[in-house]
């Protein structure tokens, strides 16, 4: 197949090329895709090279399948183009996830709504992935009533400017900021922008996708997103209010028959998910499963993943894989 990657210069770019070569997804030419200032640099794919050229060029060249991380302006203007043009769009912005003809998928939970009609389709937000792989068999076993959920957000979620910032505060080197402050040794309370209502609309892509992805309009999130000086994934809190009372023993058995979901959880050993530890891994990490002692039916735990892989490129890829699998694409 045909395959462009969209901002393969970025941060999930270089991860979703690692990935489709892990995954031997069948690619027989690749098309790496940046702005202006990267078109002419070379890519090493599989052992071989590619050039970087720009959106137009990869459009006329008509690919299969395109997966966009570049930004929401980019897909906003240049999926529909691709679309036009017989391809299919994988998008990992927030561009199209909230739109009402869009699919927003993790294949896990919910590849089912998939057809050959979608040319573009959302990649949801890396931190309800990783919360929605732990809740989503949860919910159907108990019936989620609402959830409280705080991030601890990985810079790489920031991309590669985020990346050098922490690399500059390390050093005492002078450089852009992609953050409005100081990243090393401490803790930023805002991920995105503010919305009206208080939250950033990282909280918000939480509460909205959630819904959307579980296909359930009665399932209320409430979010703190926070940003720390972590490489390697982020961490969630996680405390939930379910309709039915549960065993905390039956719901570690069913995290564990999740796939993509592996549990980490013994407090003798000192066993739970951490990122240093998530970080390059496909699965999500759940530990510190307990019952909230404070209200009935109610569950604490900690989630952790790779926001470059599960939270984006993997899941990216698995879509992709859906798609050629069923005949979609
Ligand atoms: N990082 C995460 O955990 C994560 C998770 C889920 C989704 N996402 C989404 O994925 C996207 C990329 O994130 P990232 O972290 O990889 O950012 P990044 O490291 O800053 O990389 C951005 C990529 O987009 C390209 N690009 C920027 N403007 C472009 C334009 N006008 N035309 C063509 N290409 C352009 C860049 O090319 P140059 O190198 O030429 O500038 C680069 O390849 C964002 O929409 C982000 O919200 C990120």
């Not at 991860?15 to 002419?40: C, D, H, Q, W, Y």
């Not at 391809?87 to 919910?110: H, Q």
């Not at 992935?129 to 809740?135: E, S, T």
């Not at 019936?143 to 505060?169: D, F, H, P, W």
Request: net charge negative.
């Amino acid at each position: 197949m045909k395959i462009a990657v969209v901002g393969a210069t970025g941060m999930v770019g270089e991860v979703m090329l690692k990935v489709l070569a892990e995954r031997n997804f069948p690619v027989t030419e690749l098309i790496p895709v940046a702005s202006e200032k990267s078109v002419g640099k070379e890519i090493e794919f599989k052992g071989n090279k590619y050039r970087v050229v720009n959106l137009a060029t990869a459009v006329s060249m008509k690919p299969q399948i395109a997966l966009f991380s570049a930004g929401g302006d980019t897909s906003k203007e240049w999926a529909p183009k691709f679309a036009e043009a017989g391809t299919t769009v994988i998008d990992n912005s927030s561009a199209w996830r909230m739109d009402a003809d869009k699919k927003l998928v993790i294949p896990e939970i919910n590849a089912d709504v998939l057809t050959k009609d979608d040319k573009i389709i959302a990649n949801p937000n890396c931190s309800t992935i990783q919360m929605l792989m732990a809740l989503a068999p949860l919910h159907k076993k108990y019936t989620i009533k609402r959830v409280v959920v705080s991030t601890y957000q990985s810079i790489t979620g920031t991309g590669v400017k985020a990346v050098q910032q922490l690399e500059n505060e390390y050093t005492g080197a002078q450089g852009e900021m992609a953050y409005p402050y100081p990243i090393h040794r401490n803790a930023i309370p805002q991920c995105d922008v503010f919305e009206d209502n208080g939250y950033t609309k990282e909280e918000m892509k939480l509460v909205r996708e959630t819904k959307k992805i579980l296909g359930d309009d009665t399932v209320n999130v409430s979010a703190t997103a926070i940003r720390i000086p972590v490489v390697g994934g982020h961490s969630e809190a996680v405390n939930i209010e379910f309709v039915n009372d549960f065993d905390v023993n039956d719901v570690r058995r069913l995290l564990h028959e999740t796939p993509g979901v592996t549990v980490q959880d013994n407090t003798d050993t000192k066993t739970y998910p951490m990122p240093i530890y998530a970080e390059g891994k496909d699965d999500i990490f759940v530990g510190r499963i307990r019952r909230d002692e404070s209200q009935p039916n109610t569950l604490n735990m900690w989630v952790v993943a790779d926001n470059l892989r599960k939270g984006a490129a993997t899941n990216t890829i698995q879509i992709a894989e859906y798609l050629t699998a069923n005949g979609l694409v």
